[in-house]
Structure formats: structure tokens, C-alpha cells
Nanobody
Framework: QLVESGGGTVQAGGSLRISCSGSLRLRMHACLGWFRQAPGKEREVVAEMNTNIPKYADSVKGRFTISRDNGQNTLYLQMDNLQRDDSAMYYC?????????????WGQGTQVTVFS
């Protein structure tokens, strides 16, 4: 129901914008998020949006921006000043209800690789 796109390989200091769309009607979901998982590491939250209020992990504050375009049925993650530690598979996710702890709907992921 969710499909990520826009990943790629970028030099440190560069930017990428990844997108999340699909058959899920994102405007029906107030709570959306971006997560990432690097090889050998646990999945971690990168950015979340609850009724258009963003929240970021400390490691990406000031560099990443989460946004949504309901008209385009798309969730975005703008990533600036990318660092090698940002290399990971990035996933978008949606909660069926915001009061739930866990995200129940996930995409397949898009790979982001940062080289220096």
C-alpha cells in the first residue's frame, strides 16, 4: 500500500528527497513516519508527523524535513547535509490510528547511500 522512491547514492554534504506514495490514501492517516535501518543496526525512527506537527530524531534535526502533500497523496523526506551515518534503507509507515503505539502499514524501503 506504500511505495518509497527517490533513494540513491550521494556525496557527503549533498541532498536527497525521498517520497512515499501508493494505494493508501495518506490524507486519511494523520500519523505518518519515516524510519531507517542500516546493516547490523536496529530500525530507528527518523521523522514523524502527527496531524502536520513534525518530530525529528536528534541525529537529523536541522538537516531533514518531513512533509506531506495530500493532493499528490505523497509523504516526503527532504534530507540535506547528508552524512555517511545516514546511509540506510529508509521506510515510510502509517498508523491506522494515532493512539496506537506501533505503525501498522509499511513500505518496502528505498536505499540511501552516502559516500565521502
Amino acid at each position: 500500500q506504500l511505495v518509497e522512491s527517490g533513494g540513491g547514492t550521494v556525496q557527503a554534504g549533498g541532498s536527497l528527497r525521498i517520497s512515499c506514495s501508493g494505494s493508501l490514501r495518506l490524507r486519511m492517516h494523520a500519523c505518518l513516519g519515516w524510519f531507517r535501518q542500516a546493516p547490523g543496526k536496529e530500525r530507528e525512527v527518523v521523522a514523524e508527523m502527527n496531524t502536520n506537527i513534525p518530530k525529528y530524531a536528534d541525529s537529523v534535526k536541522g538537516r531533514f524535513t518531513i512533509s506531506r502533500d495530500n493532493g499528490q497523496n505523497t509523504l516526503y523526506l527532504q534530507m540535506d547535509n547528508l552524512q555517511r551515518d545516514d546511509s540506510a534503507m529508509y521506510y515510510c509507515a502509517a498508523k491506522t490510528q494515532c493512539y496506537l503505539k506501533d505503525y501498522g502499514i509499511w513500505g518496502q524501503g528505498t536505499q540511501v547511500t552516502v559516500f565521502s
